[in-house]
């Protein structure tokens, strides 16, 4: 038999292909021709794909579930090519587009099917600082503890960084150190002024059981004082603990009075002390 139209290893490509075909006697007579018309068919395969971005945390990126399929109507095996699609399926914040296509063992490719998510992540709330005790201030040695509470609206663990902190619950020195004149307020005329605020009404308390608690003011002043011709300390009308921390800094008093019977009589004790602490 002669063919005209056959491969040699009868595979075509898709399309419509005609085979002839003629047989030969001994005596060299030949058939007519017979034709044959056939198509070869491929379905292009089909893909989906979803795409869940996740709160699970590498690095500072996020997880993203990729799930993607490829069905073939001839049932042909596939294989699937990605474009953007990472390695490890994690992404930073901001939008991100993928493209899958499938292709099948014919070597023919479905359209690339586009994809584009976005990832999103809210920064936590300011933390709320706890302290306990809750007082503005509290004596030398006392154990304080300093929590912090935050929320993030997305679900995500908090971690907290801190400054000045050791840890959690520590004990704290006397006071706050303060830097060279610092919390002094400069007017251009050449005066200075050293403003107190509420937090002063706590300091009775909290130097009751202070070391050299007469003179802490005197401490602090001893290293601002070279830069003064004067400094002028102003009290309250008492005899407490910040009163004497201002006598204790002083090299003299001044007592404004008015010319009555009670006032005198607190002037008279005020001078008492004074002549104690000389």
């Known amino acids: 038999m002669e063919f005209q139209g056959r491969t040699a290893d009868d595979y075509y490509s898709v399309g419509t292909h005609t085979i002839k075909v003629r047989a030969k006697d001994e005596a ?6 017979l034709s044959v018309n056939f198509t070869v068919k491929n379905a292009i395969p089909t893909v989906t794909i979803t795409v869940t971005p996740t709160r699970t945390i590498k690095n500072g990126k996020f997880l993203v579930n990729i799930n993607a399929s490829a069905a073939d109507a001839d049932g042909d095996a596939t294989t699937m090519e990605f474009q953007g699609r990472t390695a490890d399926d994690y992404y930073s914040v901001g939008t991100h587009t993928i493209k899958v296509r499938a292709k099948d063992e014919a070597g023919f490719y479905s359209d690339w099917l586009v994809k584009t998510f976005t990832i999103t992540n809210e920064a936590p709330t300011a933390p709320v600082i706890s302290r306990s005790p809750n007082t503005n201030s509290v004596a030398p040695g006392t154990v304080v503890t300093i929590t912090a509470q935050s929320s993030d609206p997305e679900g995500d663990a908090i971690s907290y960084v801190w400054e000045n902190r050791n840890s959690e619950t ?3 020195p006397l006071g706050t150190p303060l830097e060279h004149k ?3 307020l400069s007017h251009p005329e050449g005066v200075d002024l050293l403003p ?3 937090e002063l009404s ?3 308390v909290s130097l009751i059981n202070a070391m050299s608690r007469e003179t802490i003011l005197k401490q602090y002043l001893d290293t601002v004082k070279k830069d003064y011709q004067y400094i002028l ?3 309250q009308p008492s005899l407490g603990m910040l009163t004497v921390n201002a006598r204790a800094a002083a090299d003299s008093v001044i007592i ?3 010319a009555q019977y009670l006032p005198a009589k607190g002037l008279e004790q005020l001078l008492q002390t004074i002549k104690q602490g000389a």
Not at 28 to 33: A, K, L, V
């Open 256 to 258: 404004p009075v008015q």
């Open 182 to 184: 610092e919390g002094i």
């Open 170 to 172: 520590q004990t704290y």
């Open 28 to 33: 060299g007579f030949y058939s007519d021709w």
């Open 196 to 198: 107190a605020n509420i």
């Open 233 to 235: 300390l102003d009290t």
């Open 202 to 204: 706590g300091m009775e």
